[in-house]
């Protein structure tokens, strides 16, 4: 069984920074991607950054810029380095890996940013 475990969510002011960690259960190296996603309510859950296992990496435009996805081979962790951040970044943030051909999803951290 493969498990995604999220932290790093909270509280922060707008301009404000917060890291996001993902653990996995797996070499994190073996997935093909691992991505950041998040869903505020009333809202689909979005795609925020993606980091491909070949290094290719995508950012939403929303937050290119602002966020910086990377990974560590050494502690299998993906993390979310999140900077002047916006009113409209809070939201439920996950982790996602594609492995064998299946997805598997952290269970979530809040995210809240507000003066």
């Known amino acids: 069984q493969v498990q995604l475990v999220e932290s790093g969510g909270g509280l922060a002011q707008p301009g404000g920074s917060l890291r996001l960690s993902c653990a996995a259960s797996?070499?994190?190296?073996?997935?093909?991607?691992m991505s950041w996603n998040r869903q505020s309510p009333g809202n689909m859950r979005e795609l925020v950054a993606t980091?491909?296992?070949?290094?290719?990496?995508y950012y939403d435009d929303s937050v290119r810029g602002r966020f910086t996805i990377s990974t560590d081979n050494t502690k299998n962790t993906m993390s979310l380095e999140m900077n002047n951040l916006k009113p409209e970044d809070t939201a439920v943030y996950y982790c996602?890996?594609?492995?064998?051909?299946?997805?598997?999803w952290g269970q979530g951290t809040q995210v809240t940013v507000s003066s």
């Open positions: 996602k890996g594609l492995l064998d051909g299946n997805d598997y």
């Open positions: 797996r070499n994190i190296s073996s997935f093909y991607y």
């Open positions: 980091i491909y296992g070949h290094g290719l990496i």
